[in-house]
């Protein structure tokens, strides 16, 4: 019995997503109560979801608003628990009902849930509440199919578990050729007013080539793993049928084999099949929002004779479908934007094209939209108002003061807006409007009263009211500028049409001698046959540089067929999740290093710090963090970047942190043990100059 429900300040369902165990269990309960008639496998309701829960929202409000102290999770007697979390004005609710989700597993789950939300919708997390059923139901369903596949990769790939991007491993001419496929396809992109800045390769769920424009910013690597997240939701099908390199401890279900209530609303109420609503059982996606997303790329008569001859595929006419889909036997190509992060703003708008090659492979642009400089200056005004809002700009931001300035430049640069866009008409009342309400908060006395409030805890009423008021005005001006679908020619669509066709069609005959390679290669990328000899006893490996957040790992295989190695394999496997999971749980507590026994193996676990001249660091200020739900990870936030700003000065500066999981056999002694993960350090060393220092002695 599994699902998560997401509520917004009315208390009025703002998401929700259940199995059936769970919309049995709800329904139930709502029929002993009088809320709903019969039958029980009706699909949910968001009213007698909204009343049955509505306990656990009273008392969660009461408790967090009143006394400052919320929920973090309640357990009945039967075994069922809850897990609560608050972001913003939406508070997320876990549920479990069969024991095989920790309390650390299901806050993980919601924190990824949450970005989820933000990296589809942006700062816009209302339209989650679509007045339309058929569109609502749509997004629900797309959202859960990302949640489901996080939980499937969370649980089968170290990447996932470990939140770092694993790169493919391959012979330096194969890597410089496929560099030279990115930048052929980045300049085609180039050529149709598609301002591509990132042009990425991905087999699988490693990242093969990443070619970007020089005056580009850096992909935050969170939104790498999100990118990933997306195309392994879109195009299922490429996946392997069975993931034998990986475990599945206690898998939660998956989109594959668990119908979401989304789905089954859609089925019962006799709405559009979910195929067009970005299911993943078939090749349509879903796009959810923002400047083209969400539109079709048509294609006329002509247009479709060039498509016939170049790919004998069909063009796709229909006006309202969310993109162009070719014939049945070719993955469809999905447009759509994201938000995706820039340094301290979280809400940057760019349009992704997701181009399907080959099995298992997948090429992803990156495109910049029209005045993007904009959109990070009104989402970072957006980020700091929210910050306000929640008494937490000590944190984030700095002193009252600070905030009042920051503030105040933020909006006046956001008011002469108007003047650079060619129709500011449609503009200048509501940035006006922004600026008169400024004029009137920071007139009465706002930095004192901020300066009261972080000694009281919490803002007074009026300014508060002020502040949301103000917030909400820049919010609706984001949703303008970057949310509403801009307009599109037929001719710019049937344009881009025949440039994708066209980069997909040379990429799968460039890239076709090697796709099989590719594949096999992304299933078993790294052997641990070349340590062996100089470390005997290492059985497997994890090495993660948190700086740049990049995985090395080992393919853990038998060179056998007998059940009792593979069962072994398999308890590996599954106690390696559990010790990642439960040192997780110990890195907030300032514990840095561990050694477990579990079975017939040692599972080692160390993190430590460097300064930019390999030199190793000790802590200054031991972590020792009381703040809610902070698990190690870079999807949600980056806690190991908070880690180093907590537990160094900033003479230090820049500081490098790496991360080392390895697993030993129990007849080796812990004194050698160490000296030999010093020297896998070292051998690492010699394939990357990433670290100059051995790892300390525990």
Not at 623 to 643: A, D, E, V
Request: proline share 4%; with cysteine.
């Amino acid at each position: 019995m599994k699902g998560v429900v997401v509520y917004d300040k009315s208390n009025d369902v703002a998401f929700m997503e259940a199995d059936d165990q769970l919309r049995l269990h709800i329904n139930a309960q709502a029929v002993a109560r009088g809320l709903m008639q019969p039958p029980v496998e009706q699909p949910l309701n968001r009213d007698v979801v909204m009343q049955v829960l509505s306990p656990f929202m009273t008392s969660e409000r009461f408790l967090n608003y009143s006394l400052k102290s919320a929920y973090r999770s309640v357990q009945t007697e039967d075994g069922q628990l809850f897990v609560f979390m608050q972001f913003s004005e939406y508070i997320y609710i876990a549920i479990n009902g069969d024991g095989t989700e920790t309390e650390n597993y299901l806050t993980r789950k919601l924190s990824v849930l949450n970005r989820i939300f933000h990296f589809t919708f942006g700062p816009i997390l209302s339209e989650l509440k679509s007045d339309n059923l058929s569109k609502r139901l749509e997004r629900w369903n797309f959202i859960a199919q990302i949640l489901n596949t996080w939980c499937r990769l969370y649980n089968t790939e170290e990447s996932f578990l470990l939140e770092a991007v694993e790169r493919l491993q391959v012979n330096p001419d194969l890597n410089c050729k496929c560099i030279g496929f990115l930048e052929n396809a980045f300049l085609t992109m180039k050529s149709v007013d598609e301002e591509a800045i990132h042009s990425m390769l991905f087999v699988n769920s490693k990242l093969l080539s990443l070619f970007s424009d020089s005056l580009a910013p850096a992909v935050d690597i969170s939104d790498t793993l999100m990118i990933i997240l997306i195309i392994r939701t879109l195009f299922p099908s490429f996946s392997p049928n069975s993931d034998t390199s990986h475990p599945a401890p206690e898998t939660p279900r998956t989109s594959e084999n668990q119908s979401t209530s989304a789905t089954r609303m859609l089925r019962e109420n006799n709405l559009e099949s979910p195929s067009q609503f970005g299911s993943t059982s078939r090749t349509k996606g879903v796009a959810a929002g923002g400047e083209v997303s969400g539109r079709t790329i048509e294609g006329s008569d002509d247009v479709s004779e060039l498509h016939d001859s170049l790919s004998s595929a069909e063009a796709g006419n229909a006006k309202d479908e969310m993109f162009w889909t070719p014939e049945a036997r070719l993955p469809a190509f999905d447009k759509r934007v994201v938000f995706l992060r820039r340094g301290p703003v979280s809400h940057v708008p760019h349009v992704m094209h997701c181009v399907p090659i080959s099995e298992a492979i997948v090429l992803v642009f990156i495109c910049k939209i029209s005045r993007v400089e904009d959109s990070v200056a009104i989402a970072r005004l957006l980020e700091i108002l929210g910050c306000v809002l929640a008494v937490h700009w000590t944190e984030n931001i700095g002193s009252a003061a600070t905030v009042s300035k920051l503030l105040d430049s933020s909006v006046k640069a956001i008011v002469n807006m108007a003047q650079y866009y060619g129709n500011p008409e449609t503009l200048l009342e509501p940035l006006q409007a922004i600026g008169d309400k400024w004029k009137e908060i920071y007139s009465a006395s706002f930095a004192e009263q901020l300066e009261e409030s972080e000694t009281a805890g919490e803002l007074n009423q009026r300014t508060r009211f002020e502040l949301q008021q103000m917030y909400n005005q820049v919010l609706d001006l984001f949703y303008r500028l970057f949310f509403v679908p801009r307009s599109v020619s037929t001719e710019e669509k049937n344009k881009m049409m025949i440039n994708l066709i066209g980069i997909q069609g040379r990429l799968r005959l460039s890239i076709g001698d090697y796709a099989k390679f590719l594949v096999v290669k992304s299933l078993n990328n790294f052997t641990l046959t070349s340590y062996l000899e100089k470390i005997p006893g290492l059985v497997h490996f994890l090495y993660v540089d948190r700086t740049e957040n990049h995985l090395t790992t080992t393919s853990l295989a038998i060179g056998s067929d007998r059940k009792s190695d593979k069962m072994e394999l398999l308890a590996i496997k599954r106690n390696l999740w559990k010790v990642v999971d439960q040192m997780q749980s110990y890195l907030p507590q300032g514990y840095l290093s561990a050694t477990i026994l579990k079975g017939n193996y040692y599972y080692n676990y160390s993190l430590w710090f460097e300064n930019s001249m390999g030199k190793a660091l000790t802590i200054q200020t031991p972590l020792r963090t009381t703040q809610k739900f902070l698990l190690p990870g870079i999807i949600s936030h980056n806690f190991y970047r908070m880690m180093m700003s907590k537990c160094f000065s900033k003479d230090d500066h820049p500081i490098r942190c790496y991360e080392l999981i390895t697993v030993h056999t129990s007849n080796m002694p812990k004194s050698l043990m160490h000296e030999q993960c010093q020297k896998l350090v070292k051998l690492l060393l010699q394939t990357s100059s990433v670290s100059s220092s051995p790892l300390p002695l525990m």
